[in-house]
């Protein structure tokens, strides 16, 4: 099935972490700035992330107040006619995101996410007044599965629909660990910062399978080791 090329690319401590207070710490400083140097000199159609951290990134917790929108009763795709090419794409089963408008307004115009056109890709939970938020928004929405998301499915519409070729996968833990087991990435690109996590931080890929990548760099950056692998 056609899809597009998948490039995890993650800020990760010592132990393989990338969740938690780490990530805050004055050390960790330097590999957040080669982390977005590195964003932005990837060339793709722009950035897959959990719910979780789009609402920590982006939405900040906003919800809309659904009884203002009108059911939408069928579970059908939505996509508008104004498809950007670079896109924020939303891993968020139930309809959990409140955007403020339709593409990422990054107050530095960051080219890694500014003006990145927000996708939503849901699931049959997804509330029917969410759909009718979304299409007031004009914020495109794919279905992919009942409760969870089908990876497959998902990505086999970005590509086929959306005309996705090259997507970035941003974390968190969650949604990479879905990915990998997947078996869908197909190059990570990592910059491990000289932390150790915390007990309570999660890993790379939350309920992980085993699986085999092949070192193809390995630099040290301003005090962090930048390492990318590609998938035998
Ligand atoms: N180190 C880094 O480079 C980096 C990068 C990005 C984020 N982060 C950190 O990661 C943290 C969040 O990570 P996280 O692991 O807790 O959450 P996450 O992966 O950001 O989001 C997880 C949520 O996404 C939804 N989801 C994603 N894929 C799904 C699938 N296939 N099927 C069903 N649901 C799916 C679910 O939403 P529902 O809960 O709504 O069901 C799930 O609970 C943030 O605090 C952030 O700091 C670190």
């Not at 090419?85 to 500014?114: E, M, Q």
């Not at 990570?188 to 990548?213: M, N, Q, R």
Request: with cysteine; hydrophobic share 35%; proline share 4%.
């Amino acid at each position: 099935m056609k899809r597009p090329y998948i490039i995890c690319h993650m800020v990760t401590s010592l132990d393989g972490k990338v969740t938690g207070d780490f990530l805050g710490r004055p050390e960790c400083a330097a590999a957040c700035e080669v982390y977005y140097d590195i964003n932005r000199s990837l060339k793709s159609n722009g950035f897959i992330c959990g719910r979780v951290t789009m609402e920590g990134s982006f939405t900040g917790g906003h919800y809309p107040e659904l009884s203002e929108y009108k059911p939408v009763h069928h579970k059908t795709d939505y996509i508008s006619d104004d498809l950007t090419g670079f896109y924020a794409v939303a891993f968020d089963p139930k309809g959990k995101l409140g955007w403020r408008s339709n593409k990422i307004i990054d107050p530095d115009g960051d080219p890694g996410y500014g003006g990145a056109q927000i996708i939503e890709v849901l699931t049959e939970q997804a509330d029917e007044r969410y759909l009718g938020y979304l299409e007031s928004m004009e914020i495109p929405y794919i279905f992919a599965g009942e409760t969870e998301i089908d990876v497959e499915l998902a990505l086999f519409k970005l590509r086929n629909i959306l005309g996705c070729e090259t997507l970035l996968l941003e974390g968190g833990s969650i949604v990479n660990g879905y990915f990998q087991r997947a078996d869908v990435i197909d190059e990570l690109s990592l910059v491990v910062a000289p932390v150790v996590a915390d007990k309570g931080d999660k890993p790379l890929f939350t309920d992980s399978i085993d699986s085999g990548y092949e070192l193809i760099k390995a630099e040290g950056i301003k005090g962090n080791v930048v390492l990318n692998y590609k998938k035998k």
